[in-house]
């Protein structure tokens, strides 16, 4: 049997944020899009995020995630993306051919320029390790919101949050909502990785308290969660003894981060960041792969959906170029390197060419800071800084240098 | 002088605001330090007198793709009528289709304010939608 193979200037793989707003800001350039999602719904995590506080950077006004996302829908839909949704991409080869599953149907299609924009995926308890049985009623927080708020179940009366990443928070005053009653939130840090306005709406609007440097240790039950022992947690991150106690409870969430989703990326023979867990790239989000370039929370985690679909934007703009011939990156041996210095994690992009005249740098601090100043250096000269009131990790940075201030390899640090 | 910090949840910026104030706290007696943007000091002046919230929550849906479609407060509600307006909202059911936009409730709770459909429901008869 032959199969008919489309062809595409640029195909964008993930119909979440950064992956519509990669496919409507090709297409407005020009270019023939085709955008994949595995789901029958686009918008990707943003349907199950019922609550507001997106869209104020994107489109000034406050919108709920499912809102948000069909503003994209549309965005893309008018710019004349062919959107394939319930379609799951099998494999993607370095030349630009995509084999994907549709209705168990086997397509093909290829594409001069492709967007990686698979988003992410939650840790899991495995990958944290408590001790204790397996016992029902433990969920990770992103599982309970869809259950919650996409399958109308009710997950549990009494329950733990363990981590304070922002789907903790959000599901925290959720759950409150929905009759339950949240016990407590557990982070071993020794400050809430969730941003600061949730603390405040989610938490402390309906008193549930928040234990820092402290961390469940113990799972108990057998079929269902019945209580959970929490330790509190020295500088060095061990559990002090003595410090334990227990809180009656018949579910746990799970809110402990999210992991860039790379594995068709890798098998591509894209190269990895070892902090982001994301594609390392040049100043058009080009990975090391010609051609294959990457956005949102698949190339690193973002707090805001907003900025998600900024990042799309840019590197929907640059694969529609790159269609066209024009390439904004260098090869990576060519390229200048861009490193994090001290108290910054990472630095988006990696490295960045002469060909292009500026790149915008998105980075995270490692712990948080009162008023801050962030410099970027390259040789012995400052070709950027700027001041902030308050510095958190949980809240990205950007900042835009001129290529031609560079004298070598560009390092951001915090003072 | 009164003192209080809280934390702005107007945008993702989050200010942490110090506010201080003699006596009732209004207009001119409310000093406000911190914001990044004026809509902060209206802010800290509304947590004192009269917080208000969103609230986002979703109803169930008759004849669905989806068993639930999801809503809002089309503005902020008095932070003590979330809850009750929440009990109200928990026993309707919806026709599908719903689209976004559509008004579920006029004025919930007694608030004033609209309960709107912010994710739409196709009918489980449409063809497949997007
Ligand atoms: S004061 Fe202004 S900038 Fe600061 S959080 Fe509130 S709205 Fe945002």
């Not at chain 1, 029958?40 to 507001?52: A, E, F, R």
């Amino acid at each position: 049997m032959t199969e008919q193979i489309r062809e595409f200037d640029v195909a964008v793989i993930g119909g979440g944020p950064a992956g519509l707003a990669a496919a409507a800001a090709a297409a407005s350039q020009g270019a023939q899009v085709a955008l994949i999602d595995r789901n029958s719904q686009l918008g990707g995590i943003l349907n199950q995020c019922i609550h507001d506080g997106f869209g104020l950077h994107a489109f000034g006004e406050v919108l709920t995630g499912p809102e948000f996302a069909d503003r994209y829908v549309r965005r893309a839909t008018d710019a004349g993306v062919f959107l394939q949704s319930n379609t799951l991409v099998t494999s993607l080869a370095p030349s630009g051919e995509i084999i994907c599953s549709r209705y168990g149907q086997r397509k093909q299609l290829r594409a001069k320029a492709i967007v990686l924009a698979m988003g992410c995926r939650e840790r899991t308890r495995g990958m944290i390790r408590i001790p204790g049985y397996r016992p029902a009623g433990v969920y990770t927080a992103g599982t309970a919101q869809w259950l919650t708020n996409l399958a109308n179940v009710r997950i549990g009366r009494r329950v733990v949050i363990l981590g304070s990443g922002d789907i903790g928070l959000i599901m925290a005053r959720r759950l409150t909502w929905e009759g339950a009653e949240v016990i407590a939130v557990i982070e071993k840090l020794p400050y809430p990785s969730g941003l600061p306005r949730n603390i405040n709406q989610c938490l402390l609007d309906y008193e549930i308290p928040l234990h820092l440097s402290h961390s469940v240790t113990c799972i108990h039950g057998k079929d269902r969660v019945e209580r959970v022992t929490v330790s509190r947690f020295d500088e060095t991150g061990t559990p002090v003894a003595g410090s334990e106690f227990d809180l009656v409870c018949d579910t746990l969430l799970l809110s402990v981060g999210l992991i860039p989703e790379n594995e068709l990326s890798r098998r591509a023979g894209v190269v990895l960041d070892r902090t982001t867990s994301g594609a390392t790239v040049g100043a058009s989000y080009m990975t090391n792969v010609p051609g294959i370039f990457s956005c949102g929370n698949v190339l690193h985690i973002h707090d805001l959906a907003d900025w998600a679909a900024e990042e799309g934007e840019r590197a929907g703009a640059s694969a529609a170029k790159y269609a066209e011939g024009i390439h904004g990156d260098a090869v990576v041996e060519e390229s200048i390197p861009i490193r994090a210095g001290d108290g910054i994690r990472y630095v988006i992009p990696q490295r960045v060419s002469r060909s292009t005249d500026q790149v915008l740098m998105s980075f995270r601090v490692t712990e948080p800071r009162g008023k801050t100043t962030i410099r970027a250096i390259s040789g012995k000269a400052m070709i950027g800084s700027t001041q902030l009131n308050k510095a958190h990790p949980a809240t990205m940075v950007q900042l835009r240098i001129q290529i031609e201030d560079l004298a070598g390899p560009v390092e951001v640090t915090c003072s | 002088m009164n003192h209080r910090v809280i934390t702005c949840i107007l945008c993702p910026n989050g200010c942490e605001l110090e506010v201080g104030w003699d006596g009732e706290p209004t207009t001119q007696s409310v000093e406000v330090l911190g914001n990044l943007c004026a809509k902060g000091i209206s802010y800290a002046l509304d947590e004192l007198t009269h917080p208000e919230r969103t609230l986002t929550t979703s109803i169930r849906v008759r004849g669905g793709v989806q068993r639930l479609a999801s809503v809002k407060t089309v503005s902020p509600i008095p932070r003590e009528a979330v809850v009750a307006a929440r009990e109200l909202l928990q026993p309707m059911v919806l026709n599908a289709p719903v689209a976004i936009g559509q008004v579920v409730v006029e004025d919930v709770a007694r608030t004033g304010v609209q309960v709107i459909v912010t994710r739409a429901v196709a009918s489980q008869s449409d063809p497949e939608q997007s």
